[in-house]
């Protein structure tokens, strides 16, 4: 078994009187797809925000590549190569594909003997197609503002920006969300392709049937809490519904 790139101990986030996160464990490994499953209010998000640097825990220890981490802010977990995909995807709409994939981290060239600088839009459009070609996406076109792609498009453009700055670990929040099933099937493909080059990914799911057509293991929430940990191939959909529901919960999650 190798030595996991991602390990949560007992962590903990609390706001005011409400404990979102009760002293949750877990471990993530180069190469595998773990599921974050749990009804609404369950705590997972919260959790995924504290170790992408969106919140700060109270308790607990983030370790990471070996390592213990402190993250400050999102940009912090970034640096590291931690990548964080939420529903909203924080895309900017107005923007083309090349834009959004080195949004916040333009690249510029020097013009009129190096007196001014300009967008180097050419070089970033290059990279980007490269970058979807190697996962398999074809645009009719990248020029066109996001705004005008579909969901599932959109959700790709999100994975390549992650998979072009060297993501190490991805985590994805509800990512087939409001899509058709043709660009749900897309991105479980996507998912399968990071794990195929090696990218481990955190899948936050409350839809079971994709928990079990992508990943290795799963792991429940409820009301903050760790309830069990599961190798996907061997539980079934209405065992985790028990779990999500908190009719069960295993002494030692």
């Not at 009187?17 to 877990?26: E, F, N, P, Q, T």
């Not at 607990?60 to 640096?79: K, L, Y």
């Not at 990218?199 to 990943?215: C, K, W």
């Amino acid at each position: 078994m190798s030595e996991p790139l991602l390990s949560i101990r007992n962590m903990s986030k609390i706001f005011g009187g409400l404990v979102a996160v009760d002293d949750v464990s877990l471990e993530v490994r180069r190469g595998e797809v773990v599921g974050l499953l749990g009804d609404n209010g369950a705590g997972k998000s919260t959790l995924i925000k504290c170790v992408s640097g969106v919140y700060q825990a109270e308790e607990g220890e983030i370790v990471f590549e070996g390592a213990p981490v402190t993250f400050a802010n999102p940009m912090d977990a970034r640096r590291v190569g931690i990548e964080t995909i939420y529903q909203d995807l924080a895309l900017a709409n107005n923007l083309d594909v090349g834009a959004n994939i080195f949004l916040g981290r333009e690249v510029k060239k020097r013009r009129l003997g190096g007196l001014m600088q300009t967008l180097d839009d050419k070089f970033m459009l290059k990279e980007s197609r490269q970058t979807l070609d190697s996962l398999q996406i074809r645009f009719p076109t990248l020029t066109n503002p996001i705004e005008k792609l579909s969901g599932g498009q959109r959700q790709a453009v999100a994975i390549a920006r992650a998979v072009y700055w060297d993501a190490k670990l991805m985590i994805m929040d509800e990512p087939t969300n409001n899509l058709g099933v043709p660009e749900q099937h897309k991105v479980l493909e996507l998912i399968r392709t990071l794990k195929d080059r090696g990218v481990p990914v955190i899948l936050i799911t409350h839809v079971l049937p994709d928990a079990f057509a992508v990943t290795d293991r799963v792991i429940v929430m409820h009301r903050g809490r760790k309830v069990t940990e599961k190798i996907t191939a061997q539980t079934n959909a209405g065992e985790l519904v028990q779990y999500m529901v908190g009719a069960r919960e295993d002494a030692a999650a």
